[in-house]
Nanobody, 128 residues
Framework: QVQLVESGGGLVQPGGSLRLSCEASGFSLDYYAIGWFRQAPGKEREGVSCISSSGSRTYYVDSVKGRFTISRDNAKNTVYLQMNSLKPEDTSYYYC?????????????????????WGKGILVTVSS
């Protein structure tokens, strides 16, 4: 079964950290650009961060620059999103996405179009 499975979400206090994982099953991530987007109830979805298949190019939305880091371990078929200095406004459902359609990481993250696979999402809550 082809799927992306997110893990690592939960409740954290403001200023805290979480690391999200996105593991692929049923296919290899080697040739896929991977990204994370988020959507809170009543809000538009937002591309948070994307990484190219080689890992050499990354994109971050301005609101998370300097706080979030995306990385990938192709040997483990997994992509990570390290989230530090979390703020209440980071509270959202986070989704993993993958594409092999040759999109730039900026296009992938800003348009959220041309996506081959979507995860089911995981909740991150930042609250005291």
């Amino acid at each position: 079964q082809v799927q992306l499975v997110e893990s690592g979400g939960g409740l954290v206090q403001p200023g805290g950290s979480l690391r999200l994982s996105c593991e692929a099953s049923g296919f290899s991530l080697d040739y896929y650009a991977i990204g994370w987007f988020r959507q809170a109830p009543g809000k538009e979805r937002e591309g948070v961060s994307c990484i190219s298949s080689s890992g050499s190019r990354t994109y971050y939305v301005d609101s998370v620059k300097g706080r979030f880091t995306i990385s990938r371990d192709n040997a483990k078929n997994t992509v990570y999103l390290q989230m530090n200095s979390l703020k209440p406004e980071d509270t959202s459902y986070y989704y993993c996405i993958a594409t092999a359609q040759g999109l730039t990481v900026q296009s992938m993250c800003t348009n959220l179009a041309g996506i081959d696979y979507w995860g089911k999402g995981i909740l991150v809550t930042v609250s005291s």
